[in-house]
C-alpha cells in the first residue's frame, strides 16, 4: 500500500462542464438519464472522474499566460519527456525523437498507419470482444474486419487463439492487423510469451501490426506492460505502435497522441499520411499537457491511480461474485474498465441484457452496452470515480436491479 499524495475521494461535479459522461447522456448512443430521485453516476464513456495531476493545470495556465497562440514549433521537451517516460514506466531504450510522432488522435494514428500498409477493401484482424472504436474507424473507411475471438480458459483468463489467427491470416489473405494491448474491453494485460508468440504468427504470414497501447500506464500492481515493439527485432521492424497520455491523466479532451515506430520505410510513409489531410498538427496547449503530465509527479500521480484503480477493482469483482449470481466478470489486469457477462442471469431470470442497462440507468447507474463491443450478453463498466461512488453504484444494482 502505497502513501497517497493526491486525491482520489473528493467527488467532482462535473455537470454543466461539457462532460460527455454526465451532460450528453440522453445524446446519440449514450445512455438515457435517471428517473427523478437519482443521481447520475457516470460509469460508461471511458474517462476519469478523478481530479489530473496538479502540474498539468499549472504547465497548460502557464503557457496560456503568454499573450500568443501563433504557429510554433514542438519542442525539444516534448520529445525528452516522452522518452524519459517510455523508459521509466516500459523500460524501452534506445528511442529516438525521429521515432516519435505526433497524432490529434489515436484513432487517427490506426487509420494513418492502416493506410499505409493495406488498401481499403483489404481485409484486417481484429481480436473480439473489440474497441468500438476500431470497428467504426475500420468500417467508415472501407476495411473489412475478420475477428479472431478470444477465449477465456479454465480460471476465465482472455487468452488469444493463436490457431484462430494463423488460420484467419492465411484464409483471408491479412496482412495488417489490429493489436490492442493492454485489451479493451477485456482488460488484459499480455505476456511477454504471448505477444513472442503473436508476433512470431504476424511475421509468418508478412502481416503489419498496428499496436493501439494507450492504456499502457493504467496497470494493476504486480503486473507490467510489455511493449509490443520489444518482444524482437522483427516486431520492432513491423509494429507501429500507439500512445497519449490521455487516459493515463484523463486528457481526452485536449487530444493529442503519438506514434512510435522504429522502421524508417514505415514511419515516412505512417507520417505522410498523417499529413495529407492538413490536421493533424499540434495543438500548443496539448504539448504543453503533455510535458506538465511527464514530469516526476505526473509518475507519483499515475503510481497511486493504478492503487485506487485496483482497490475499486477488487470491491466491485467481489460485490459481483457475491451479490449478482449469474454474472461472470474477469479482474482486468489493466484498464478501469470491467466487461460483465450477464448471459447466466439472464437465462436463470429470463431477462434481457437491455433490460438490465435500461433498470442501471434508470436508478443514475449510466454503465455502456457490451454488445457492440460484440459482446452478446455483456455490459461495460468505467470503475475510474472514487470507490464512495463505486459503492453507491452497487448498491443500487443490488437493490434494484439485481433483484432475485
Known amino acids: 500500500m502505497i502513501m497517497m499524495k493526491y486525491d482520489f475521494t473528493t467527488i467532482i461535479d462535473r455537470s454543466g462542464r461539457d462532460a460527455l459522461a454526465i451532460d450528453g447522456l440522453g445524446q446519440g448512443d449514450a445512455p438515457p438519464g435517471p428517473k427523478p430521485g437519482f443521481d447520475i453516476i457516470p460509469m460508461w464513456v471511458a474517462d476519469m472522474n478523478f481530479p489530473t495531476v496538479p502540474t498539468i493545470p499549472e504547465a497548460i495556465i502557464s503557457r496560456a499566460q503568454h499573450p500568443a497562440y501563433g504557429y510554433f514549433n514542438i519542442s525539444e521537451e516534448y520529445y525528452a519527456s516522452i522518452i524519459q517516460w517510455q523508459e521509466r514506466r516500459n523500460g524501452v531504450s534506445g528511442l529516438t525523437r525521429e521515432c516519435i510522432g505526433y497524432e490529434n488522435g489515436l484513432l487517427g494514428g490506426v487509420l494513418s498507419a492502416l493506410n499505409a500498409v493495406a488498401s481499403r477493401g483489404d481485409n ?177 500521480w499515475v503510481d497511486e491511480l493504478c492503487q485506487v484503480i485496483a482497490e475499486n477493482v477488487d470491491y466491485a469483482v467481489d460485490y459481483i461474485r457475491s451479490h449478482f449470481p449469474g454474472v461472470s466478470v474477469f479482474k482486468p489486469q489493466g484498464t478501469y474498465m470491467l466487461f460483465l457477462d450477464c448471459s447466466g442471469w439472464c437465462e436463470g431470470h429470463g431477462s434481457t441484457v437491455g433490460q438490465l442497462l435500461q433498470a442501471g440507468w434508470d436508478v443514475g447507474v449510466a454503465w455502456q452496452d457490451g454488445r457492440p463491443f460484440r459482446g452478446p450478453c455483456h455490459i461495460r463498466m468505467n470503475l475510474a470515480l472514487p470507490l464512495s461512488r463505486v459503492q453507491e453504484a452497487f448498491e443500487r444494482l443490488k437493490r434494484y436491479v439485481f433483484v432475485p
Open 124 to 300: 484486417v484482424l481484429l481480436h473480439s470482444p473489440a474497441y468500438i472504436g476500431f470497428t467504426k474507424v475500420l468500417e467508415q473507411n472501407g476495411y473489412h474486419i475478420v475477428y479472431s475471438p478470444l477465449a477465456q480458459d479454465e480460471q476465465g483468463v482472455w487468452r488469444m487463439d493463436f490457431e484462430d489467427m494463423a488460420q484467419k491470416l492465411k484464409a483471408h489473405h491479412i496482412h495488417a492487423a489490429i493489436l490492442c494491448s493492454p485489451h479493451n474491453p477485456c482488460g488484459r494485460v499480455w505476456e511477454r510469451r504471448e505477444l513472442e508468440r503473436a508476433m512470431e504468427i504476424y511475421r509468418e504470414h508478412d502481416v503489419y501490426v498496428i499496436s493501439d497501447e494507450i492504456w499502457s500506464d493504467i496497470i494493476r500492481p504486480g503486473c507490467r506492460h510489455v511493449p509490443t515493439q520489444s518482444v524482437s527485432e522483427d516486431a520492432r521492424r513491423r509494429t507501429a505502435a500507439l500512445y497519449a497520455p490521455s487516459k493515463t491523466f484523463n486528457l481526452a479532451g485536449l487530444t493529442g497522441s503519438y506514434h512510435i515506430i522504429y522502421d524508417r520505410w514505415l514511419r515516412d510513409r505512417v507520417e505522410r499520411e498523417g499529413t495529407l489531410s492538413h490536421y493533424n498538427t499540434v495543438n500548443v496547449l496539448s504539448m504543453h499537457a503533455l510535458t506538465g503530465a511527464y514530469r516526476p509527479e505526473g509518475h507519483q
